[in-house]
């Protein structure tokens, strides 16, 4: 009997105070909300491909070296880690298939960016 009153004792204690932390969390919450809805659909697509490629994009750039995106910067990566690791001049072809899967996932990178800045540039100005 002296557990059940005291368990009655804290219940409500314990609802409150998971009601203050729910209304906190949910406050602390909303700038963080905005700011991935002002990221908008280039993010979910970035995302999405790093899902795909199975390489975030840190990673692809990372593998090839890259320290911005520029096309002709990934394609010359590309070429010379390409080349280097071919199997016949003694390469390795899980490093060659890994310069390849961080070449696709910076090409959907800049792919996405594209389709980013052409909605940015069709928005009308309010």
């Known amino acids: 009997a002296v557990s059940d ?63 911005k995106l520029s096309r002709e910067e990934i394609q010359k990566n590309f070429d010379h880690l390409f080349k280097v690791n071919d199997k016949s001049v003694g390469g390795s072809f899980y490093l060659q298939s890994k310069v390849v899967r961080a070449k696709e996932r910076l090409d959907e990178e800049l792919k996405i960016q594209a389709q980013d800045e052409n909605e940015k540039r069709q928005k009308p100005k309010t």
Do not use: M
């Open 5 to 67: 009153s005291s368990s009655r004792k804290r219940g409500p204690g314990l609802a409150v105070g998971r009601l203050k932390f729910d209304s906190s969390l949910c406050c602390s919450f909303r700038p963080s909300q905005a700011a991935a809805d002002a990221r908008g659909r280039a993010g979910h697509q970035s995302a999405a491909a790093s899902n795909l490629s199975g390489l975030s994009l840190q990673e692809a750039q990372q593998i090839l070296n890259i320290s």
